[in-house]
């Protein structure tokens, strides 16, 4: 990345920027209330993963996986943030309580006004899923289940960082319902993204087999 991720973004289907108030008096749907309340933080025009990362503490993770992988859903976009996303998972998955970004991740930074644009680019059924997102307990809210949440957004990050075709699409989407449940403290939209990011999983794993397979065959053909 070129430390500039508006201009891996900036072409996203624009949508109406989100208004009101942030935090917990918000209304609107999760994706556009996260995003008008991290662009509201910071006023500035740009704003790094590192500032989201020290300002929104516990909440960080959620955020910043759900803010790097809503690109992924637009063709060509995965791999870019396949590697910040693995970061992030494996740190959650070992414990971590708040994100600790490497220097070349927390420097990359992102116009506020594309911030804004981001919530545009969610699918039609990340914005379904999101008229069902309110805050429930549950396990999956709980440091188990943190773990659990970051192991599965590695793995969903070597997808999207392993060429294969539509091996990028279902992980992201699962880990995008997963993140919304985290950043939401929703147990139930977690066990579902829990359960769409495993089948997204094994998809891709699936289609990755088969290319390695078919790929082996044929340089046994050929030798």
């Known amino acids: 990345m070129d430390g500039n991720l508006e201009s891996l973004i900036g072409h996203a289907p624009q949508g109406d920027a989100p208004h009101g108030s942030t935090g917990a008096e918000s209304h609107g749907a999760p994706i556009s209330r996260i995003v008008a309340e991290v662009a509201a933080r910071f006023p500035g025009e740009r704003i790094t993963l590192g500032e989201m990362a020290e300002a929104f503490g516990d909440r960080a993770f959620g955020l910043l996986i759900l803010l790097l992988l809503l690109p992924s859903l637009l063709p060509g976009m995965a791999s870019v943030f396949g590697t910040p996303v693995l970061i992030l998972g494996v740190q959650m998955g070992l414990g971590r309580r708040d994100p600790k970004l490497p220097a070349f991740i927390a420097r990359q930074s992102i116009k506020r006004a594309d911030l804004l644009r981001l919530s545009g680019a969610s699918s039609k059924w990340v914005k379904r899923i999101e008229t ?92």
């Open 132 to 223: 069902f997102v309110k805050p429930r307990p549950g396990w999956f809210v709980s440091s188990a289940g943190d773990k659990l949440f970051g192991w599965l957004t590695a793995y969903v990050a070597l997808m999207l960082i392993l060429p294969g075709p539509g091996t990028n699409g279902p992980p992201a989407f699962g880990n995008i319902v997963m993140a919304l449940g985290l950043v939401e403290a929703d147990n139930r939209t977690i066990a579902w993204g829990v359960g769409l990011t495993i089948a997204g999983c094994l998809f891709a794993t699936a289609v990755l087999v088969v290319l390695c397979w078919l790929g082996v065959a044929a340089l046994g053909m050929v030798f």
